[in-house]
């Protein structure tokens, strides 16, 4: 397992932009799928993006086009840039690291859209 804690949520209005950085432990992150989860209140968790090791992306389809997930080995980050914010976007964000059937979770970051 590795060690994540997620930064970089806050209050925006509709149609704005945020930033959410994951920052990992370990020496191996770079082998790992990783990955944004969200939770908003009375509803299960979902998936948002995820990133393998070698780049390649998927995205729900209710962000498509609107959010981009991407990774910095080297600092072993992830990140997801979310762009044209709606009110429904509003959860807590989770990041995940993935190696076959272990997973490791941060402890979430609010991300709130409104005006």
């Known amino acids: 397992q590795v060690g994540l804690v997620e930064s970089g949520g806050g209050l925006v209005q509709p149609g704005g932009s945020l930033r959410l950085s994951c920052a990992a432990s370990?020496?191996?992150?770079?082998?790992?799928?990783a990955g944004w989860y969200r939770q908003a209140p009375g509803k299960q968790r979902e998936l948002v993006a995820a990133?393998?090791?070698?780049?390649?992306?998927n995205y729900a389809d209710s962000v498509k086009g609107r959010f981009t997930i991407s990774r910095d080995n080297g600092l072993k980050t992830v990140y997801l840039q979310m762009d044209s914010l709606k009110p429904e976007d509003t959860a807590v964000y989770y990041c995940?690291?993935?190696?076959?059937?272990?997973?490791?979770w941060g402890q979430g970051t609010q991300v709130t859209v409104s005006s």
């Open positions: 370990g020496s191996i992150f770079r082998i790992y799928v």
């Open positions: 995940n690291a993935r190696l076959g059937g272990s997973d490791s």
């Open positions: 990133i393998t090791s070698g780049g390649s992306t």
